[in-house]
Structures are given as structure tokens and as C-alpha cells.
């Protein structure tokens, strides 16, 4: 079966860190450009990072300095590691695959989506 599964996900106060992990069943990412999507109650899905196969990364605006995208070949991850966190950073994680360059900190059309993760910031 050909599926990507989130974890990680969690509840912080402002300022707190989080990783996620995005691991690859039944195909191997290191083909693919993997996307971080977040989406928050009532708001548009947004790209939040996005690293290709050849290593190159791009993150939106507002995570860059404090959002790292890495990814694992070995271990067939990605990962999403998240500090500094703020309550506007609440939202579902989503992780995608796209064999295809990255969108800027997104992608243009996903072969695969992940389930989601929650991730909560509040004092």
C-alpha cells in the first residue's frame, strides 16, 4: 500500500518546538519532492515547506527562521522540525509527495497525501 503517515503532531505553549515526521510506505521519497501543508479552522490549505529531491528548500515567509525541513533517505522520512511555535502556527499538518519540482513552498499537483497531524500552540 502506497501511503504517507504523519506523527508528531502535539500541543505546546508559544514558544515550544515540535517535529513531525512524514514516512513514505510502499515507495521510496527520495524521487519525490515532499511538502509540508498546513490548514487551520476556516482558512485556506497553505505550503509551509517544500524540499525536492535534489535537496533544494523553500519554506513560506512566515516560518522562515524558525521551520527546518530535512529528510532521512534511510529511514525513507521527512521531517518538519517547528520552534519558536505561535498560536497563529495552529493548524492539521499535512505531508505530500510529488514526483515533480517543488512550487515554491508547495507543490503543483501531489501524488500522495498523508493523513494530518494536529498541531495546537496556546498559553
Same mark, same amino acid.
Given at each position: 500500500?502506497? &501511503?504517507?503517515?504523519?506523527?508528531?503532531?502535539?500541543?505546546?505553549?508559544?514558544?515550544?518546538?515540535?517535529?513531525?515526521?512524514?514516512?513514505?510506505?510502499?515507495?521510496?521519497?527520495?524521487?519525490?519532492?515532499?511538502?509540508?501543508?498546513?490548514?487551520?479552522?476556516? !482558512?485556506? !490549505?497553505?505550503?509551509?515547506?517544500?524540499?525536492?529531491?535534489?535537496?533544494?528548500?523553500?519554506?513560506?515567509?512566515?516560518?522562515?527562521?524558525?521551520?527546518?525541513?530535512?529528510?532521512?533517505?534511510?529511514?525513507?522520512?521527512?521531517?518538519?522540525?517547528?520552534?519558536?511555535?505561535?498560536?497563529?502556527?495552529?493548524?492539521?499538518?499535512?505531508?505530500?509527495?510529488?514526483?515533480?519540482?517543488?512550487?515554491?513552498?508547495?507543490?503543483?499537483?501531489?501524488?500522495?497525501?498523508? &493523513?494530518?497531524? &494536529?498541531?495546537?500552540?496556546?498559553?
Amino acid at each position: 500500500q502506497l &501511503q504517507l503517515v504523519e506523527s508528531g503532531g502535539g500541543f505546546v505553549h508559544p514558544g515550544g518546538s515540535l517535529r513531525l515526521s512524514c514516512v513514505a510506505s510502499g515507495f521510496t521519497l527520495d524521487y519525490y519532492a515532499i511538502a509540508w501543508f498546513r490548514q487551520a479552522p476556516g !482558512r485556506e !490549505r497553505e505550503g509551509v515547506s517544500c524540499i525536492s529531491d535534489t535537496g533544494g528548500i523553500d519554506y513560506a515567509n512566515s516560518v522562515k527562521g524558525r521551520f527546518t525541513t530535512s529528510r532521512d533517505g534511510a529511514k525513507n522520512t521527512v521531517y518538519l522540525e517547528m520552534n519558536n511555535l505561535k498560536p497563529e502556527d495552529t493548524a492539521v499538518y499535512y505531508c505530500a509527495a510529488e514526483r515533480s519540482p517543488c512550487l515554491g513552498a508547495g507543490l503543483r499537483a501531489a501524488d500522495f497525501w498523508g &493523513q494530518g497531524t &494536529q498541531v495546537t500552540v496556546s498559553s
